[in-house]
């Protein structure tokens, strides 16, 4: 799948069920096709749906998941210290 047809790609062209993804106009023919998709990515579209309906009914911003690292607090530096102190390189 090109990068163009992706970005084309809306919600009802992903059948989840069937592990395939309809691309009405395809950029390179100008002709449709059906583009399959593996197990992973099935999981990977699953995660991402539920994440997006629990944000829309919460109607919260995301969290990253348990784990992920977190962006440094205001004021602090990415290396995690409090000030402006220089981290040394390993």
Not at 1 to 10: A, C, D, F, K, S
Not at 21 to 37: D, H, L, P, S
Request: overall charge positive; glycine content about 10%; some cysteine.
């Amino acid at each position: 799948m090109r990068i163009g047809e992706l970005l084309n790609v809306r919600i009802p062209d992903i059948n989840l069920k069937g592990k395939k993804v309809i691309i009405y106009e395809a950029q390179k023919t100008r002709v449709g096709r059906v583009v399959y998709f593996s197990d992973d990515a099935k999981e990977a579209l699953d995660a991402w749906r539920s994440l997006e309906i629990y944000v829309a009914l919460r109607r919260v911003p995301p969290r990253a998941p348990s784990g992920w690292p977190r962006a440094p607090a205001r004021g602090q530096n990415p290396g995690g210290c409090g000030g402006n102190i220089p981290m040394p390189l390993h």
